[in-house]
Structures are given as C-alpha cells and as structure tokens.
Nanobody
Framework: QVQLVESGGGLVQPGGSLRLSCAAS????????MGWYRQAPGKQRELVAT???????NYQDSAKGRFTISRDNAKNTVYLQMNSLEPEDTAVYYC???????????????WGQGTQVTVSS
C-alpha cells in the first residue's frame, strides 16, 4: 500500500502565505511526477503545479509567480509554498504522486486525502 499524507493547510488572510507538505509512505520503489491539485466548492479539480523526479516544474497560470513547488526525493515529500494568497485560492488541496510500488512494473497514481486552504479576512 501507498499513503499520501498532506499537512499545512489552514486559514490565512489575503496576501498571506502557507506551505503545504505531502509525504508518501509505504512499499515505494520509486516516484515519478508529484503534484498539487485543488478543488473549490462547485468546481472541478484543477492542476496547481507538478514536479518531476528530476525537478522539472509546471504551473497553472494563476499560480505562476506566487506558488513554488519543490520536493525532497530522499523523504518522498513534495511541498507547495504559496505566497500572496487570494480569496480565489480557497479550496481543498490534494497531493498526487505517480508511484511504482516495490515488486510492481507500473507507475500508478495515488492521491492524498486533501487539506483545506481558506483565504479570508
């Protein structure tokens, strides 16, 4: 089994910052791309940012210049530093990872349980 556990969400005022973390654990052989997605009430889940095992990043346009994704491969952990937060960033943020389990030959997508981020004054 593979588990992804997110942390770091909460309530923050507009213009504030938060840092999300997501740690993968279990019978992991390797992890390819890791990423963050979010889902606001009444909306579909959308990509925020992704990062490959080699460090190549990709951002949704609204996240560029404000959010930074990074990862620690030794800890199987991905981070999302969010600055200049806006009310429109309010959503449940989900961690995603493409994981190859020990003894498996395929990469499979795993999701965390989500962490709430609320931006409000």
């Amino acid at each position: 089994q593979v588990q992804l556990v997110e942390s770091g969400g909460g309530l923050v005022q507009p213009g504030g910052s938060l840092r999300l973390s997501c740690a993968a654990s279990g019978s992991i052989f390797s992890i390819n791309t890791m990423g963050w997605y979010r889902q606001a009430p009444g909306k579909q889940r959308e990509l925020v940012a992704t990062i490959t095992s080699g460090g190549t990043t990709n951002y949704q346009d609204s996240a560029k210049g404000r959010f930074t994704i990074s990862r620690d491969n030794a800890k199987n952990t991905v981070y999302l530093q969010m600055n200049s937060l806006e009310p429109e960033d309010t959503a449940v943020y989900y961690c995603n990872a493409d994981v190859r389990r020990t003894g498996d030959i395929r990469y499979r997508a795993y999701w965390g349980q989500g962490t709430q981020v609320t931006v409000s004054s």
